[in-house]
């Protein structure tokens, strides 16, 4: 799920057909380490020494990896680190606190993270999808369609890419430490399930298996790809789940998310309280605000209605996203006084509810017009 965007006149030529990414140290379990060492013809812990400089020094650079024999350290590097990402353009905006990275994959797919350093917080957020099969109209990577899934390392390697920004001090502030990683870059992260949970686990185990991250700190979203929410509900690692909804009843919600006319908002509703009722984390409800289109008062009492059903116990809070105001476009952002009347309305029937900040605005921040703009 990409932040909602408006919609451009998109180019996007799809490289098919150019084989699967370099297999890299992320893509590998224990079992598999083992099997690359002996491949390498080295010892498995040679294999733990670069674990231990990717996900615990954030290091990819092999002549930094002083501890490897110099005369093998560029093969063994090579081997379980190859590049995955090229690097096409940096955009900053918030004073640097917001760098959007535009990369180029093996195959020529363009994808884009962008990492937002707050006072409290620094978070990545990443794409898992290079395009999006999803055709949700508002949103300029959904026009483009689906090139390909990514591979775990190339979610992962955008993570580490950004801790080594955090703790490098690239990043006004100082060295810090990343946080948190949301998947609402471009993408639809349940479409790519056995990837996006394998990099989810590469996120919260300990260094040097991973990068250590909680898993409480990881947003995973979805359009509502109900049977993939019943399966991330059962894998024992309770991040948060965000349903970006947009809608409250079936008629709107068909046209703004159009797989609803697969799983209904009561399916995606009901598989979203089930997640939160198995993994005790509230569940994010995710909704663009679109001047007239989905931001009248009637369907915030709606919206609420729907909630409620499933009770007050605290499982959900919604999380109103502005759109980037587009003059002259049907998806353009919703008046401030009707926000501000959705919000009251939703809190006075006792839904928690934020409005997301809009961080890097004046760099076409919303997901998919990177990528638009270069194809
Ligand atoms: S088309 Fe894909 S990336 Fe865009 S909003 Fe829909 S699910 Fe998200």
Request: contains cysteine.
């Amino acid at each position: 799920m990409t932040e909602p965007t408006r919609a451009l006149p998109l180019v996007l030529t799809p490289p098919k057909g150019r084989g699967k990414p370099p297999r890299h140290l992320a893509d590998l379990d224990a079992t598999e380490r083992k099997a690359a060492a002996a491949d390498l013809g080295e010892p498995v812990f040679r294999v733990k020494q670069v674990a231990h400089h990717y996900f615990a020094r954030l290091e990819r650079d092999p002549a930094q990896m002083t501890d490897l024999p110099a005369a093998s350290r560029d093969r063994i590097a090579g081997a379980l680190l190859p590049d995955l990402l090229d690097q096409v353009r940096v955009m900053e905006a918030d004073g640097g606190t917001t760098r959007k990275t535009l990369w180029r994959l093996f195959d020529g797919s363009l994808v884009e993270s962008v990492l937002m350093r707050y006072p409290d917080r620094a978070t990545i957020c990443v794409s898992s999808q290079a395009g999006c099969g999803m055709a949700c109209p508002f949103c300029a990577t959904g026009q483009g369609g689906l090139q390909r899934n990514m591979s775990t390392a190339e979610i992962i390697d955008q993570v580490v890419d950004g801790a080594a920004a955090m703790a490098k001090g690239l990043v006004p502030g100082g060295p810090g430490r990343l946080s948190n990683v949301v998947f609402m870059g471009m993408g639809e992260p349940m479409a790519n399930y056995k990837a996006v949970i394998g990099a989810v686990r590469r996120m919260v185990a300990p260094a040097p298996d991973g990068l250590g991250l909680s898993a409480r700190n990881i947003t995973v979203s979805t359009v509502g790809l109900v049977p993939r929410m019943k399966q991330l509900a059962t894998e024992g690692i309770p991040v948060t789940l965000a349903l970006s909804l947009h809608a409250p009843d079936d008629e709107l919600r068909n046209e703004l998310v159009p797989i609803n006319t697969r799983f209904s908002v009561a399916e995606v509703v009901e598989a979203a309280w089930e997640y939160a009722k198995v993994t005790k984390r509230r569940v994010s409800i995710e909704y663009a605000m679109m001047r007239d289109i989905n931001d009248q008062a009637w369907r915030a009492d709606m919206l609420a209605d729907v909630l409620n059903s499933y009770g007050d116990w605290g499982w959900v809070h919604v999380n109103l996203i502005p759109l980037n105001p587009t003059p002259g476009s049907k998806w353009t952002a919703s008046r401030p006084e009707d926000e501000r009347e959705f919000v009251r309305r939703l809190v006075a029937r006792g839904i928690p509810t934020t409005v997301r900040d809009t961080r890097g605005s004046d760099i076409d921040g919303a997901c998919g017009q990177l990528a638009a703009a270069d194809a």
